[in-house]
């Protein structure tokens, strides 16, 4: 990778305390991308020139593309609501080693060994006490339909001061839920199931009831309601558009089920999908609609941080839109069906935005990044596989992609923490890579 300086630079005089400089460059190709930007920071005060400081940045992670123009630099003054820019078009002069033309391949980090049997002993009961099956099951049934809550809801943790997470946020709920219908799926008795399914049938009729509220700020985009299921109108991060999708997909994949148990297709249409017809009990067709129309929508990440173009929300928009078709079709609704498949396919164009040839990544974010995330490495990735594959082969488990983009996520806390570099137990066994 080249490094670079700047020949001659702009100067603005320090206008506000809280403020965000950034730098717009090409890279190595002459190409310029939402990845070519470096955050600026505060360096030192300018010798002599009071009112004036230096800023730069030393992060190499941001240029790890390699830079050939300086393009244009913007100063937001974030305090006084004010934004101003400068066009550049400087010259880089590269100096240092170039980067090679490909990246090595990954090196292995341990041969695994007795996984499947550690997790068996871990799961299975032992000493008198319940496995961690059963603990885990009955601590997250302890968080639907909490005592006061509406029904149908689930709170994201019992805590409420310090910090305040007694809220129904959208995307955790549906997750929580898909647990719930993969147990209504394996159970074996009757009244399993019709349990599961009552649990289930609350949650559709609960969104239904969030689709419906008067004051929602951001359309069905909305990251959490309070326990009533009413909007919280508060400052957040807003829109969060994978949860009209997460929740399409827990009832979809439920109703599939249940029809298959013999439930009825008439039921499924009126409490789960024909939001037309049946528009404060339904909430499947509506959901869907909304990512048809949204999906190429700026919207925040799954951890909240920033309004941008993420893999995640796209994977799980994608999955949504691949089955919303199909069951639109079961039902007999192919004017929707249509509607969801072209969105699909559209959508499925813009994902090979995501991988970057350099980096052998699949960016976690399409655009400029938080500071601490120019590495372009998240977890949100791995998520995006395990709760966005359709089943058709596009970012599936064992795409070569997929799979760089793993290792070279969990590899990279190898050396931030001194303890992932212990491979092996007292014993011998081997220990996987502590990822946090």
Do not use: C
């Not at 009955?138 to 809801?153: D, K, Q, R, S, Y």
Request: charged share 15%; hydrophobic share 40%; aromatic share 12%.
């Amino acid at each position: 990778m080249a490094s670079f300086k700047i020949v001659e630079a702009p100067k603005w005089k320090n206008l506000d305390y809280d403020k965000a400089v950034t730098l717009y460059y090409t890279n190595g190709t002459n190409v310029s991308t939402p990845l070519n930007t470096a955050s600026l920071g505060y360096i030192s005060d300018a010798p002599g020139a009071s009112g004036w400081e230096i800023w730069g940045s030393n992060d190499t992670e941001a240029h790890f593309d390699g830079a050939t123009q300086l393009l244009n630099l913007t100063y937001a003054a974030t305090d006084i609501g004010q934004t101003y820019s400068e066009q550049l078009g400087l010259p880089v002069a590269a100096s240092g080693v170039l980067a090679p033309s490909d990246l090595p391949a990954p090196k292995s980090y341990a041969s695994p060994s007795g996984l499947s049997q550690d997790i068996t002993s871990w799961l299975a009961p032992s000493g008198g006490n319940a496995s961690e099956v059963v603990n885990a099951k009955n601590l997250m049934f302890a968080n639907v339909n909490t005592p006061g809550a509406a029904n149908g809801t689930v709170i994201a943790a019992q805590s409420a001061v310090n910090p305040d997470y007694a809220y129904n946020w959208v995307r955790d709920s549906s997750l929580t839920m898909d647990v719930v219908y993969q147990l209504y799926n394996a159970a074996t008795s009757s009244s399993a199931q019709a349990a599961y399914a009552q649990v289930l049938f609350a949650y559709a009729g609960a969104r239904a009831t969030e689709q419906n509220d008067p004051n929602l700020q951001t359309g069905l985009g909305e990251p959490k309601f309070f326990l009533n299921n009413s909007i919280f109108t508060g400052p957040w991060g807003r829109p969060q558009n994978d949860g009209p999708a997460t929740s399409a997909i827990t009832l979809m994949e439920f109703a599939t089920a249940y029809v298959k148990n013999n439930g009825s297709t008439a039921t499924v249409r009126q409490l789960i999908y024909d939001s037309d017809t049946y528009p404060t009990q339904a909430p499947v067709q509506k959901d869907l609609l909304f990512v048809a129309n949204n999906w190429s929508s700026p919207t925040f990440d799954l951890w909240e941080e920033e309004e941008s173009t993420h893999f995640y929300d796209r994977l799980v928009q994608r999955r949504a839109l691949v089955m919303g078709a199909s069951f639109a079709q079961l039902l007999n609704d192919s004017d929707t069906s249509s509607t969801l498949s072209s969105a699909a396919s559209a959508l499925t164009d813009t994902l090979s935005e995501f991988w970057n040839e350099g980096r052998q990544l699949i960016l976690y974010e399409y655009g400029p990044v938080l500071n601490n995330k120019v590495s372009y490495k998240d977890i949100a990735v791995v998520l995006a596989i395990l709760h966005g594959y359709a089943g058709d082969d596009v970012y599936s488990y064992t795409n070569d992609q997929v799979l760089v983009s793993s290792y070279r996520i969990a590899t990279s806390f190898i050396p931030v923490f001194p303890i992932a570099n212990v491979t092996t137990d007292n014993s011998g066994q081997v220990l996987g890579i502590p990822v946090g």
